[in-house]
């Protein structure tokens, strides 16, 4: 009787290990990607799982294009942050110039970063649009008509806008 017995230790302890080491295996797995995630697919995530918790927004204090690399230096309010960028350096090279202020998100302050995502820049000495120019032809309404002849009797002409475009000046 004794070697038909059946000992169920020895069935689920296998079980047992098996279901232990694929626990580990998926936690592992879980801290990861929970890690390595935002750094290698942080472009393809949503901004809330992308991992950038802090902004640095400061100017631009040097700048310097490597054949696959972009350098930054960046004063930010913590200090001055050198951003490597290998992602769009022809793109961001173009836009951004010594002085403009630029915004970078970044999971952490540290003095090296790369690959920051780039989120904004203001270029320097462009506070709004340019003011159209003023007479001539680019003005239109009641009051141009003044201002032409204005101008026609400054160069000599003899009425109106249609004065500047005669002949010129025989004396």
């Not at 090279?93 to 540290?110: M, Q």
Request: charged share 20%.
């Amino acid at each position: 009787m004794n070697d038909a017995s059946f000992d169920l230790d020895e069935v689920t302890a296998p079980k047992k290990r098996a279901g232990l080491l694929l626990f580990l295996l998926g936690l592992l797995l879980g801290i990861a990607g929970a890690l390595l995630a935002p750094r290698y697919l942080g472009d393809y995530l949503p901004g809330g799982l992308r991992g950038h918790d802090e902004t640095i927004e400061g100017p631009v204090l040097g700048k310097r294009l490597e054949e696959n690399r972009l350098l930054l230096t960046v004063q930010g309010q913590q200090g001055a942050v050198l951003a490597t960028f290998r992602k769009q350096v022809a793109e961001i090279d173009l836009l951004v110039g010594v002085g403009d202020t630029v915004t970078l998100g970044v999971s952490r302050y540290e003095p090296f970063v790369e690959d920051p995502s780039f989120r904004g820049v203001r270029k320097i000495g462009v506070g709004s649009l340019p003011e159209p120019p003023t007479g001539g032809a680019a003005e239109t309404g009641g009051a141009s008509g003044s201002n032409q002849t204005a101008e026609a009797s400054e160069t000599g002409g003899a009425g109106g806008a249609r004065g500047d475009a005669a002949a010129p000046d025989s004396s």
